[in-house]
């Protein structure tokens, strides 16, 4: 058994997540110095296998078991081909556009035939939402913000998440303000392990996963609340507001963006799972592993952990994040590689990705 077994108890013909949200910033410093090297990477939306771009390598093989999952990068490459910043960030939904149709048109031409066709599918839903909003994830956190956040609070308390405080303040305010009873009691029941199987994520996700689902979210909305500032936060900003409001994610940066649109080439797209790259004969420096391993069971995570060491120069290093299903170098590997653990504990401090509890960072040995 391997990774493609959880390709037989998720769905993978439809977007699920839209846009990435995990955090390229702290991403692409856990990786180290990987100039001139191969780096692979989950492709999820293609946000992160971007973002690895900036560190120079000479490759970036980019895998993923869904084919609506490598769209989105190739929509994303069409976009930096054809557009200008400002205009990738309307496409996407990073910020208010009436003419995302059109932008739509320019960023597929010159893609393949059938990422065309698969994206003119879908016209009108980016025309409402942009072309990170169109996932099953981001249509759960839209329902969230649409239907279920004003029940809770009014646009003035949300906005006064945004407003720029000192951490005391923040911890008063969250208390105090956000955290009512009817808050509580909605966040338990929207954000339940049922609700997000069945809109969210994919139920066959949380298989490996013990504990409330929604007591997790609770925890990790305060720490995004209080411990991070909001203001920074483009993923918070979404799921509340619906755009990226002046925070961005590292990829959608315009810092980023020449640097982005001139390595493209650079890109080594595959559908198909991580042992695919095993079987090749491949060696990496470095691992974008998403949080896969929590899909799994140990015993397979173990195995598939063990087929990458091989697949894996000395110095390479492994870097996933985990939500609620702990997951690091099995036991018998140990000797195998080394945890890089105030790496873990500086980056974690900084990551805008809030829903995750745990970032691994581990090196291979020589």
């Not at 839209?18 to 293609?46: F, R």
């Not at 646009?155 to 956000?178: C, G, Q, Y």
């Not at 002046?246 to 982005?260: D, G, Q, V």
């Not at 491949?282 to 063990?306: C, H, R, T, W």
Request: hydrophobic share 45%; aromatic share 10%; with cysteine.
């Amino acid at each position: 058994m391997s990774q493609a077994d959880i390709a037989k108890r998720a769905q993978f013909d439809i977007i699920r997540y839209a846009q990435l949200w995990e955090d390229a910033d702290v991403l692409t410093k856990a990786m180290g110095d990987v100039v001139g090297g191969t780096l692979v990477s989950i492709c999820s939306a293609g946000d992160n296998a971007l973002s690895l771009l900036t560190l120079n390598p000479a490759k970036v093989v980019v895998l993923d078991l869904s084919p609506a999952q490598i769209a989105c990068l190739k929509l994303r490459i069409g976009a930096f081909q054809t557009l200008h910043h400002g205009e990738f960030l309307a496409l996407m939904g990073a910020r208010p556009a009436k003419n995302r149709a059109a932008l739509l048109d320019r960023a597929v031409a010159p893609l393949d035939s059938e990422t065309q066709a698969f994206w003119m599918d879908k016209v009108a839903d980016v025309q409402a939402h942009g072309a990170g909003g169109v996932g099953k994830f981001e249509r759960y956190f839209r329902l969230f913000r649409q239907v279920v956040l004003p029940l809770a609070h009014s646009r003035a308390t949300v906005d006064e998440i945004f407003v720029s405080k000192p951490k005391s303040e923040r911890k008063v305010f969250l208390e105090n303000r956000f955290e009512t009873w009817r808050w509580n009691t909605l966040l338990k029941l929207f954000f339940s392990r049922f609700m997000m199987g069945r809109m969210g994520r994919d139920k066959a996700f949380f298989d490996h996963v013990d504990g409330s689902v929604s007591d997790h979210v609770a925890r990790r909305i305060r720490h995004a609340a209080i411990d991070l500032d909001p203001v920074d936060n483009p993923y918070l900003h979404w799921i509340l507001k619906g755009d990226h409001g002046n925070a961005l994610p590292m990829p959608w940066r315009e810092e980023h963006f020449h640097t982005i649109r001139d390595r493209l080439d650079r890109l080594d797209i595959r559908l198909g799972a991580l042992e695919a790259f095993v079987e090749s004969g491949e060696k990496a420096d470095g691992y974008n592993l998403s949080d896969i391993f929590e899909y799994m069971s140990p015993e397979i995570a173990a195995q598939v952990y063990e087929s990458l060491l091989k697949a894996s120069n000395p110095g390479a290093r492994l870097v996933y994040w985990n939500m609620m299903a702990p997951r690091r170098v099995p036991d018998a590997l140990l000797t195998k590689v080394k945890t890089l653990s105030h790496l873990e504990n500086e980056l974690k401090a900084q990551d805008n990705a809030f829903f995750y509890s745990d970032f691994v960072i581990e090196e291979v040995l020589g």
